[in-house]
Nanobody, 112 residues
Framework: QVRLVESGGGLVQPGGSLRLSCVAS????????MKWYRQAPGKERELVAT????????YDADSVKGRCIISRDNAKETVYLQMNNLKSEDTAVYYC?????WGQGTQVTVSS
């Protein structure tokens, strides 16, 4: 049974940082492509970043380029999204995915 559990969200001021984590289980994590998506209120779901099994990173959302780093720890079966210089427009629920499987999401709110 595939399980993806996100954590690390919260309320942060503009310019602040957060590191989101997603612990995976139930599938061969070290061989899997992992993605982070986000969905802001009233907006469509957006692909933020992708990391392949070999560590290659793709930043799919132009708005996060230069501010986010996706990484993975295969020993811990965990994928991370480090977000820096957060802006109000980063406010969203963030989800990690593997194939068709999604976690429950973690809320990120950027506000002063």
């Amino acid at each position: 049974q595939v399980r993806l559990v996100e954590s690390g969200g919260g309320l942060v001021q503009p310019g602040g940082s957060l590191r989101l984590s997603c612990v995976a289980s139930g599938f061969p994590f070290s061989k899997s492509t992992m993605k982070w998506y986000r969905q802001a209120p009233g907006k469509e779901r957006e692909l933020v970043a992708t990391i392949y099994w070999n560590g290659v990173q793709i930043y799919d959302a132009d708005s996060v380029k230069g501010r986010c780093i996706i990484s993975r720890d295969n020993a811990k079966e965990t994928v991370y999204l480090q977000m820096n210089n957060l802006k109000s427009e980063d406010t969203a629920v963030y989800y990690c995915t593997s194939g068709d499987d999604w976690g429950q999401g973690t809320q990120v709110t950027v506000s002063s």
